[in-house]
T-cell receptor, first 113, second 116 residues
Framework: DTEVTQTPKHLVMGMTNKKSLKCEQH?????MYWYKQKAKKPPELMFV???????INESVPSRFSPECPNSSLLNLHLHALQPEDSALYLC????????????FGPGTRLTVT | TQLLEQSPQFLSIQEGENLTVYCNSS?????LQWYRQEPGEGPVLLVT?????EVKKLKRLTFQFGDARKDSSLHITAAQTGDTGLYLC????????????????FGQGTILTVHP
């Protein structure tokens, strides 16, 4: 089973709202990632967690706040977003070697109004 | 980190034609992955290549890793409409010290459209 699940599938939020994206995997993977993707472009890395610790933050604005409650779960907390933050947000995981052979979830389509 | 140059950026072909997508860099990669992504979905891992000169086949898809582990290609034989999508190469890059940066470097993607 190589499944990564993400909820919600779609999210519309205003610029003053607070919302969270959720990602879950049960493959025993120890590295998890958040990416942002604009249409027809490659994913852009936002955060990497390795063994539940934040190992990479790609200079992401503080209105995005990641959290890794346990080895299976990854959250992305959103607050005071801008319309340009509208994108597909992807979660991925890999077995233990960070960066290698990542499995992606279906994504959350976020629209900021 | 260095860029992965992927070409062509767009490819529009008829069903039954063959095609090749290229992924090139000046950097050495410890591994390279190819993904296919359909609109509104996440990328799906097609293959991982790790050994210089390695060739892997997945039905009508043939993947090759360059001898120096700096480049890769994806060849599709007799394309079908179901092959339509965004193809992404992504590499796990070594730094000068010989360790991984711990993240994937993506190519810019190839948008493939196969017409019936």
């Amino acid at each position: 089973d190589t499944e990564v699940t993400q909820t919600p599938k779609h999210l519309v939020m205003g610029m003053t709202n607070k919302k969270s994206l959720k990602c879950e995997q049960h493959m025993g993977h120890r590295a998890m990632y958040w990416y942002k993707q604009k249409a027809k472009k490659p994913p852009e890395l936002m955060f990497v967690y390795s063994y539940e610790k934040l190992s990479i933050n790609e200079s992401v604005p503080s209105r995005f706040s990641p959290e890794c409650p346990n080895s299976s779960l990854l959250n992305l907390h959103l607050h005071a977003l801008q319309p340009e933050d509208s994108a597909l947000y992807l979660c991925a995981s890999s077995q233990d070697r960070v960066g290698y052979e990542q499995y992606f979830g279906p994504g959350t389509r976020l629209t900021v109004t | 980190t260095q860029l992965l140059e992927q070409s062509p950026q767009f490819l529009s072909i008829q069903e039954g034609e063959n095609l090749t997508v290229y992924c090139n860099s000046s950097s050495v990669f410890s591994s390279l992955q190819w993904y296919r992504q359909e609109p509104g979905e996440g990328p799906v891992l097609l293959v991982t290549v790790v050994t210089g000169g390695e060739v892997k086949k997945l039905k009508r898809l043939t993947f090759q890793f360059g001898d120096a582990r700096k480049d890769s290609s994806l060849h599709i034989t007799a394309a079908q409409t179901g092959d339509t999508g965004l193809y992404l190469c992504a590499g796990d890059e070594f730094n000068a010290g010989g360790t991984s940066y711990g993240k994937l470097t993506f190519g810019q993607g190839t948008i493939l459209t196969v017409h019936p």
